[in-house]
């Protein structure tokens, strides 16, 4: 603590030597770090994305809610300072930067609480839990988890990002059928608004904070400890990918599966597109799953298109199986399903492995280099009612040579969201498909630029309004109000409205360009208008 006290002296008594524009000469009295360093501020400066830089003027290391809390006082005292929490920085559009105001590494506080109670706890129902700090990462969250042989219930793909990050957008992978996303999967939050208050809240406590905060984009407050419901853990995923030729097949038998009860269908289901050729970042090599195992495009009809599909299940079991009981479930689950004969991959592997099996791809990533180039990633939410024409227009038409990476393609079902979120859906339907198309191409000039591609985003989203595909985006980042406006629909002015309760002088999250920073307690400055305080 003594080394925490004596850096945020030194940089601060820097800091008021420059004597600029006042925010130099702020003391917010942390536990933690104040840390003005140019090293600091260029590392914050930057994210996954790699497409917009921000340097914000300080980072905050905080030591716990209180350090953030402070930060965000201090912000409200001056005329225009803001603040962003950044996580893992794996955002794409600059979300988690704040140009000339402090960015709160939420990471150094990420180990500072963490908490497991098993099958007992009134504020869960009774089930298994975990509190743990905003700033944890899911990997970490993970590996603690399972040395009480539970686990939580609800994941993304890649789990090097921040609870509190995923929270605040929804968090999906191939669990979120069953469960619905992470923001289903929570019950209590600690959460520092925008107005420098630290509260608890939940569904019957502050319940309209605590469902603003769940998928609010960080606009409404800043997540800093929060309550996960966990289940016991399986010690093994036989990990399957079958392919489709057919679109048609592939959605229904997708919709069928995550329509069925518990324990008639699997744990995992997603899928994805890939090119009908060898390329061998988007076509037939990405399919199989171990390297002894080979795609055979002679099972493919002779009329299968330039873009092909494959559903990608994992179905939990315990190494004390039987394995002929374990293929027995496996064989009456795939018998009912129309994929192409021979086109089917399994694998056993660790359950632990399979869902860090994406942080074995970072390692390889960053071994190329791909990790640290340009990731202009896109990612929808498309109705049912219109994903046909989506795969019409934008996989077999714009997209039909692949995107030098995955392209995510797989229903999930609205009644398992809680519509009290801030999360944003398409409009019509039970059933809807989550897009996302994850580029890891090689550094321009080897590859294609980041405008290009950013270009090709902006086509399939012209396109989808053409063809008046109802869909939204997650993850979302617009750069003019209106539209933001579109994007939220019917749900603008309750956002709005959330925004002037709990983060009034729009101090919180910049780096979305949602809403400018305000000075005048109790109003928003946005088209949307002032709205008071409720």
Sequence with gaps: MMIAYAERFVHESDAEARQDDGVSGLDLQLQGILDWSPAAAAAAARDFGGLRSAKPRAVVRPSGADDVARSVRAALRSPSLTVAARGNGHSINGQAMSDGGLVVDMRAAGAGHFQVVVGAGAGAGGAHYAVVAGGALWDDVLERCLSYGLAPRSYTDYLGLTVGGTLSNAGVSGQAFRHGPQTSNVTELEVVTGQGETLTCSRSDNSELFFAVLGGLGQFGIITKAKILLQPAPDMVRWIRVVYADFGEFTRDAESLVTRPDGDTFDYIEGFAFVNSDDPVNGWPTVPL???????????????????????????????????????????????????????FRRDVGYADFLLRVQNAERDAKATGLWDAPHPWLNLFVSRNDIAEFDRVVFKGILKDGVGGPMLVYPMVRSRWDKRTSVVLPESGEIFYLIALLRYTLPYPEGPSAKQLVSQNLEILKTCKENRIDYKLYLPYYQSQEEWKWHFGKQWGRFVERKARFDPMAVLAPGQKIFSRSSVPGKIASDGGPAGLH
């Design 290 to 344: 171990e390297p002894g195992q080979r795609f055979d495009p002679s099972r493919l009809s002779p009329d299968a298109g330039s873009v092909l599909y494959c559903l990608e299940l994992g179905l939990h079991h315990q190494r004390s199986n039987p394995p002929s009981d374990v293929d027995s479930v496996v064989g009456k689950l795939l018998g009912r399903l129309g994929f192409v004969e021979g086109l089917e």
